[in-house]
Every structure is written in structure tokens, then in C-alpha cells.
């Protein structure tokens, strides 16, 4: 156990545990505790249930930490725990004559109280559990870390000595998933915050920034590349102290080409720009956003450079990490990397860590869906291959089949052209014609172009001599599949053929049992396939409308009046996903707003990682 006098001692009280109470001094429960050595705990329910977020039956602190809940100015006592722990029924708390307790307790051993203990700025932790633990309405009895309270008194430096404003610039702003953040985080801390600065491209996104945020349009910069001078930024971006930005991420996305800072569109060099303007104004902060494909593209050498600029180039500490956030219970799939930097002559990030993602964390889709909502239903066409795709599940179930581990590529099923070895795009039109292709239809035609036309989309490829393992790999699961089932999958594959390649290609996501069955699933139409996974998060909204998750179970009808199960998830429960449920979007149709909430960052995730920052100093 840790024995320093001063509970904000880094080296030895970081990880020390405090049971944080309060008692009150009209109720003389301080003299009660200090007469019987005991702290107590109100339970609740089972014993064994939290209370408040607080302790469980089998919790043991290293220290108990008192204040008076009704008169702040008294100080905080603080004691040793001496390791007693036990449990008391209300009758028991009236024998030993404590004042009017309520239910049963949990009695916490007091032992040495320590002295000369330094102030503790108490809004500061009520604030810090407000915003760390939003579900909380008390904020003891809790239990902090040693940490936590260190964190929690450096608020006095943001709401008692200095009255603080943090002034921001929201680049590449989009729905403004940053300002929100911050104005959240502003309005809950009480600090002031505001935007001295946005650009966006997009005419439309600029209006209903406007909107949103109360910024007059024409003082919204719509193309950053016009500050292509040291004078124009100094002109027309203020002094800031964040500076704010999820600069485009298509040069570096697995959906995307990949071009990184070659990219064709120009997009790949837009980073210079929020360069630019770090070197000219020098903010504090740098806090940016991008897809986490940016951390491995081109072997990782573009991530390398944009941190060695920042840091070598800039004078800027940087750090970054990689967060979805499904790991802190947000029902969506949504892997980013987040990069934050300090400018090294105003200070460092000794004292930021990332949010730490909570492994007890539990998705369930249903928390953002109303069901009353009807939305827009299904299509017909992707009703009818979600039909066909369950009797070929049904199928599975009645006969045992195990799906194959890779992603189930239909087209295979009959299939016997080569894969292994030289590609069939090197090969002779006589020996193709020798295979059969997709759906095992035989190879035939006049030119080896018309051969090749007979093959999966995949298998026409000219990029490799060899197919890569992996798509071997795939190939021969689905052929081995193919084999061990074909009495039945010969009658169901007659249903797919014609199907665009996207149809044909099914994922399933989710455990094996005898009642596979869509209906209770989240389904989702892409390019690469249909994709069937759980109904705990959503796969990551996408900026193509096309990939909205359908949610199967739910009761809709058609345009026609028709009632029929299955719809798409609604933009505002596409907004709640990604925290922007309080904006409006009434200035934008239906595809931009799936396009536009796509494109932006969740702000759940900047919020917890916004007051990280701030709580830096």
C-alpha cells in the first residue's frame, strides 16, 4: 500500500485506489466514523451490484477519502484502509447507533488518518465523473485512482484561475463532428469554446454548418487551397489554440485507389496545407482524424512522413492511436486513427494518454433504432436475395453443412478453371476451354477475351501472374464446399444465375447453430458482397448510400402500402450512431445525409479524447 503524505504524488499514489465519500455534518456522520473506524457504504439491490459506480462487496481500497457533501470549503480527511470490510443490515446500523441509515451498508476499516493533505478542488471531480461516466447522477460513493484525482484538481487551471476560452478551427469540417465535440464538452465543463475558424469544400455542408452552428456562411472558407500564402493565413485564420481536422482520408482508404500523396484528385496534398497553417500559427494543439488504412498505407511510409513533419518539421509531440467506437460501448464498427500533437515550446503530452478502450464494453444495435419509425423498406430486388440467400442457409441448416471459413463465393460452385499456379489471363483460349467458369457454365467462345468473360470478375484479373494466397485460399474452400454439398446446391444455384457479382457473394459474420436465419441479423449490400453480422454494432457507415445496414426484423411497409418486413437504418438513427442526433439536416436530401454523416468523425470519440486534451493543460 502506498504511503505518501500527498495524494497527488506521481511516483507512488498514481494507481492508488480512493473510495471517495461524502458524509454530512448535520447528521453527525463524521463523528460516527470516527468514533467506530468504519466508512459506510449504502447497498442497494444485490449486494453484489455496483451503487453509483461505486464498490462491490469484494472491493478493497487503498485509501478513503471524506469530504462534506454539504460544505465544500471544509477540506477532505483522508485515511488509510486497514483492510476490515464488512457487511451490515440496517438493524445492525441502528445497534450501533447510526444516524437514520436506510437498508444495508458496507462498513469500510478507517486506520491512520494522514495529514497535511493539499486541497482537492471538488467541482473538478464531480465534473470529471459528469463527463468520464455521463450515466452517473452521484459522483460518491465512487472509486477513483490516484490518477484520476490529479486529472480531475487541474480543472482549478481551466475554471478557477484563468476563466478559460478555447478558440478552434474546424478544417475539412463536413457536419462538424469537432466543433460539436467541443461545444458539448464546453456546455457540460462549463468553459468557453468557440470556432474562429471552418472550411469546407462542399457549397451544401457549408449551409448546414451555417445552420447548425450559427456562423454565417460567407465567413465559412470553402477552399483551403486558396491559403496558399503565409499573408493569407495570417490575414484569414486567427490565432487558435486547437487546431481541428479529419483531412480527406480517400487517398489512403482500403475502398479507395490508395494514391496516398500521389493521389489523381489532389486530395493526397491537402495535408500540406494544415501544415501550412500549424507553421504559421503555431496552436497549442493539433488534433486530426483519418481512416486507420493511414497507418499501414504504403508499408507505412506515409504515416512516417506526416509525424516526421510534424514532429521534426513542426517541433511538434505527437501521438496517435487507433479507436472504434464499439470498444467503449457505441453501437458502431468504425476503426480511426486519431493523431494529437503539442507544440513543444508551450508544453508536452506527459500527462495525455488516449482513452483506453473498456473491455467489459457491450454493443446492442436496438439502443439507437426506433422502431416506430417506419423508414424507407427494403427494395424489392434486395428482399429477394436476402430470400434466396436464407433458403440456401435453410438448406445448410437441414442437411449440416458447415459454411466454409472464407467469404462464400457462389460463382465457385462448379467451377474448375485453374487457380493455382499461372493466372488464366496468361493462359491459351484452348486450354480455358478445357474449364468451366462461374456457376460452372463450360468456357466457351471464339477469342480468349470471350473465354475469359466466363470467369468470375476476380479470376480476369491481369495485375498478378500468380493469384495471391489469400484468393486461392478462398477459391479452394468455396470449390471444397462446393463438393461436400453439391446434391443440393445444384437445385438452389439455379435461382442465382444472372445475378450481379455483388449478389453472389455472401459473408456471414456471425456463429454457426441449426436456425441460421437473416431475419435477426444487420445486413448490408456491398460491392465486395452481402454482409451478415450480429446485431450488436453496425458496420461502419460508409460515404456511399448504397451501403446503408438493413435491419431485417423490423415491421415497414412499401410505397404501394404493402406491409413488409425489413428496412434501412433511418438517418436519425445514422446521426444517433455517430452522435450527432442534435444536429439538423433539414437543408440536405436523404443521400447527402448518409453521404455527409459517412464522411464524419464520430464525435463520442472526440469528445473523450477532446477532454483528454484539455485535461493536459
Not at 481512416?291 to 514532429?311: A, C, E, F
Amino acid at each position: 500500500m502506498a504511503k505518501a503524505t500527498n495524494i497527488f504524488d506521481f511516483n507512488s499514489k498514481w494507481n492508488a485506489r480512493f473510495l471517495f465519500g461524502a458524509y454530512r455534518s448535520e447528521k453527525h456522520q463524521l463523528e460516527w466514523v470516527l468514533k467506530h473506524k468504519f466508512y459506510n457504504v449504502r447497498a442497494e439491490g444485490n449486494l453484489f451490484e455496483r451503487r453509483n459506480g461505486a464498490q462491490t462487496a469484494y472491493f478493497s481500497p487503498d485509501y478513503i477519502l471524506l469530504y462534506d457533501c454539504r460544505d465544500y470549503s471544509t477540506g477532505i480527511r483522508l485515511f488509510e484502509y486497514n483492510g476490515e470490510h464488512k457487511h451490515k443490515t440496517e438493524k445492525e446500523m441502528l445497534r450501533m447507533k447510526y444516524p437514520k441509515p436506510e437498508g444495508d451498508y458496507f462498513l469500510y476499516g478507517i486506520g491512520k488518518e494522514i495529514k497535511d493533505v493539499p486541497p482537492l478542488y471538488l467541482t473538478g471531480v464531480q465534473n470529471y465523473l459528469r463527463i468520464t461516466n455521463p450515466n452517473e447522477d452521484e459522483f460518491s460513493p465512487h472509486v477513483f485512482t490516484g490518477l484520476d484525482l490529479w486529472i480531475a484538481d487541474r480543472l482549478r487551471e481551466f475554471n478557477v484561475r484563468n476563466n478559460p476560452r478555447i478558440r478552434f478551427i474546424d478544417l475539412f469540417a463536413g457536419l462538424g463532428g469537432f466543433h460539436l465535440a467541443l461545444k458539448k464538452i464546453g456546455e457540460q465543463w462549463g468553459i468557453e469554446t468557440e470556432c474562429v475558424f471552418a472550411s469546407e469544400l462542399k457549397a451544401d455542408l457549408r449551409r448546414q454548418y451555417s445552420q447548425n452552428y450559427g456562423i454565417p456562411v460567407e465567413q465559412i472558407n470553402s477552399d483551403i487551397t486558396l491559403l496558399d500564402s503565409d499573408e493569407k493565413i495570417m490575414n484569414q485564420v486567427p490565432e487558435h489554440d486547437i487546431l481541428c481536422g479529419g483531412f480527406p482520408c480517400q487517398p489512403f482508404s482500403k475502398a479507395g485507389k490508395q494514391q496516398g500523396f500521389k493521389d489523381e484528385a489532389g486530395r493526397g496534398v491537402l495535408f500540406d496545407y494544415i501544415e501550412d497553417i500549424i507553421r504559421v500559427r503555431r496552436p497549442k494543439y493539433i488534433f486530426l482524424e483519418n481512416v486507420s488504412n493511414l497507418k499501414t498505407h504504403d508499408n507505412g511510409d506515409t504515416w512516417k512522413i506526416i509525424k516526421r513533419r510534424l514532429d521534426e518539421g513542426l517541433d511538434y509531440e505527437v501521438m496517435d492511436d487507433i479507436l472504434s467506437p464499439h470498444q467503449f460501448g457505441i453501437p458502431q464498427h468504425r476503426k480511426r486513427i486519431y493523431i494529437v500533437g503539442i507544440d513543444r515550446r508551450r508544453g508536452n503530452l506527459y500527462n495525455f494518454k488516449f482513452p483506453e478502450p473498456n473491455k467489459e464494453a457491450r454493443c446492442d444495435i436496438n439502443s439507437i433504432i426506433d422502431e416506430r419509425d417506419k423508414g424507407e423498406a427494403i427494395k424489392p430486388i434486395y428482399k429477394n436475395r436476402m430470400d434466396v440467400w436464407q433458403e440456401f442457409l435453410d438448406e445448410c441448416n437441414i442437411h449440416h453443412s458447415k459454411l466454409p471459413h472464407a467469404p462464400i463465393w457462389a460463382m465457385e460452385f462448379g467451377a474448375t478453371y485453374p487457380y493455382e499456379g499461372v493466372a488464366p489471363y496468361l493462359r491459351k483460349r484452348e486450354e480455358l476451354s478445357k474449364y468451366r467458369g462461374t456457376l460452372g457454365e463450360p468456357i466457351a467462345g471464339t477469342s480468349k477475351e470471350a473465354c475469359l468473360a466466363k470467369l468470375p470478375n476476380y479470376a480476369r484479373s491481369k495485375k498478378a501472374e500468380v493469384f495471391p494466397d489469400w484468393k486461392q485460399k478462398f477459391i479452394r474452400e468455396n470449390r471444397e464446399f462446393y463438393e461436400r454439398n453439391k446434391e443440393w446446391i445444384d437445385e438452389w444455384k439455379k435461382k442465382i444465375i444472372g445475378w450481379e457479382d455483388s449478389f453472389i457473394k455472401f459473408e456471414w459474420n456471425c456463429s454457426e447453430d441449426e436456425n441460421m436465419n437473416l431475419e435477426h441479423k444487420i445486413i448490408q449490400f456491398r460491392p465486395s458482397g452481402i454482409r451478415v453480422k450480429e446485431p450488436t454494432y453496425s458496420p461502419a457507415l460508409t460515404f456511399m448510400g448504397t451501403q446503408v445496414p438493413v435491419f431485417p426484423w423490423i415491421e415497414t411497409t412499401l410505397p404501394d402500402g404493402t406491409p413488409q418486413k425489413g428496412r434501412y437504418m433511418t438517418t436519425k438513427e445514422a446521426a444517433k450512431i455517430q452522435g450527432m442526433q442534435d444536429l439538423s439536416f433539414d437543408k440536405l436530401p436523404t443521400n447527402r445525409i448518409y453521404e455527409a454523416l459517412g464522411n464524419a468523425v464520430d464525435v463520442d470519440i472526440i469528445k473523450l479524447i477532446a477532454l483528454k486534451i484539455i485535461q493536459n493543460g
